[in-house]
């Protein structure tokens, strides 16, 4: 059986393809959370594994005969956005890992990732895209999902450190920044075509510039950061993640996110993509913060929790 006409390029596929990257995204949430802990600085971490997604991604490249017959000029504006977009990833990631060092995690990553009605909202008011009432329903729920998440109360928050609040806030709204620019080629045929590959190189591109940007305009000021880089390098833990990271990230990108990305864009479902993606993401990780971090379930979180499903199952009521 083709690819053409198969399971593997049906809607179904795509929906679900976002979902399961989703579910494995919370990988990413659960070392943003763990490196500090064993001395991982968060943006070390984000470098070094930027830095072997490069690689990779021009290794597949090179192997896959280079980029096709696309446009030279879309090449290099997809590779702009997406640059662009994973800078502003960068800097989200870590300020939600300061973040989640003092506050409760799993209402800090529902927070953060709530940021997915932007990306919807942006298809809606310059795109067109079908306003319909079950979609505003799922809109609807997910923001009551970020209030209740905003009210979720932690042991380690009692103590009149509220700076993660802060945090969150800043990352939310980069957060909102970035995915509005990711989503932004799928509203252009153009761009449908263009490799998972190169999408990697682009997506890692921008998370080792963001690291450097960091370096420049904040680390520098830390005495001896240069000394913490090559003692961060020599820890089992940093290269126990980025292995983790790889693994959890690399392989469902080109097998899943970017195809369904492409076949939700092909049907005119692009806005969904990232929407369906972080939904599940938020599921997943505070079942995590649960299981593994041991925090205590809330009751704002649990409602959060049934507000973030049922925006998912009305975000897939078209």
């Not at 596929?13 to 919370?26: A, E, N």
């Not at 932007?118 to 310059?126: C, K, L, S």
């Not at 939310?172 to 989503?183: I, K, Y």
């Not at 449908?192 to 190189?201: D, G, L, M, S, Y």
């Amino acid at each position: 059986m083709t690819m053409d006409g198969s399971i593997f390029s049906s809607v179904t596929f795509g929906l679900f393809g976002v979902i399961l990257t989703g579910m494995s995204w919370s990988v990413i949430g659960t070392i943003m959370s763990d490196a500090p802990k064993h001395g991982v600085r968060a943006e070390i971490y984000q470098g070094v594994s930027a830095f072997f997604g490069i690689v990779v991604g021009i290794i597949g490249t090179i192997c896959a005969g280079g980029c096709g017959e696309i446009p030279v000029l879309a090449l290099y504006l997809y590779f702009f956005v997406d640059v662009l977009a994973n800078i502003l990833n960068f800097t989200a990631l870590l300020l939600m890992s300061t973040a989640m060092q003092t506050g409760p995690n799993g209402a800090i990553w529902g927070i953060i990732q709530s940021a997915v009605i932007a990306p919807f909202a942006m298809g809606i008011v310059f795109f067109h895209v079908a306003a319909t009432p079950l979609r505003f329903g799922g809109i609807i729920a997910l923001v009551a999902g970020l209030l209740f998440f905003a009210l979720s109360q932690n042991s380690k928050t009692d103590k009149g450190n509220s700076s993660w609040r802060i945090y969150t806030l800043i990352a939310f709204v980069a957060t909102c920044l970035q995915q509005c620019l990711s989503t932004l080629p799928t509203y252009f045929a153009v761009f449908n075509n263009v490799p998972a590959f190169f999408r990697c190189i682009g997506c890692s591109t921008g998370v080792l510039a963001g690291f450097a940007l960091c370096i420049v305009f904040w680390k520098s000021r830390e005495h001896d950061y240069l000394l913490t880089v090559m003692k961060t390098l020599r820890l089992k833990y940093l290269w126990k993640y980025v292995f983790i990271g790889q693994i959890a990230t690399l392989p469902v990108s080109y097998l899943l996110f970017y195809p369904s990305m492409r076949i939700l864009s092909q049907n005119n479902m692009g806005s969904l993509s990232y929407p369906l993606t972080i939904c599940a993401c938020i599921l997943s990780f505070s079942i995590v913060a649960f299981w593994h971090i041991k925090e205590k379930m809330t009751v704002p979180q649990i409602m959060a929790l049934i507000c973030c499903t049922l925006g998912i199952f009305l975000f897939c009521a078209f």
